[in-house]
């Protein structure tokens, strides 16, 4: 036989037996979330900027004090049922700190006001480190740590931190 034919010949008993094992599903990839470009930018403005005014140590249950009249303040809730501030855990186990709206994770070495204030504003932002992220951010700062907001806007402009300009 041709080596033509013998291909011919295999590729039709190889569709009269079937498949000889199941198909593997198609793996996808995750879809691609947007990149955080001003992380580090945003952690250097802090290190430098911003713990040294609000590093106030602070316990598990002033934090969630705070957490409460910071989503208060934004939400206003009033009277409504089933309103309740994201829930702060202790983080234990945890390395760094995280915050939602759901939920806040604070290890012992984060419970400052400014990391609980920075916690809270990932829940109030959906762009991770963004200009959005940073307006509610300094607003916070103003707010609850008494920072003043012209001196934090001129640091960010130095630090090169974008900013969501806010409506006068």
Known sequence: MSGALLRLWRFGRALLRGPS?????????????????????????EAEHVFPLAADRLSLAQCRALV?????????P???????????????????????RTAIKLPRWARTRAVV???????M?????????????VGLLERFAELDRAHLLATLSTAGVSIEPTPD
């Open 21 to 45: 094992r199941p198909a593997r599903p198609v793996q996808r990839r995750p879809t691609a979330r947007a990149r955080d470009f001003q992380r580090a930018r945003v952690y250097r403005w």
């Open 78 to 100: 009033g009277s409504a049922h089933g309103w309740a501030p994201p829930a702060v855990t202790d983080g234990r186990g945890r390395r760094h700190a995280c915050g939602s």
């Open 68 to 76: 409460e009249q910071a989503y208060r303040g934004r939400e206003a």
């Open 125 to 137: 932002a959906n762009d991770q480190h963004g200009p959005v992220f940073v307006a509610e951010y």
């Open 117 to 123: 204030l920075h916690e809270c504003a990932h829940g």
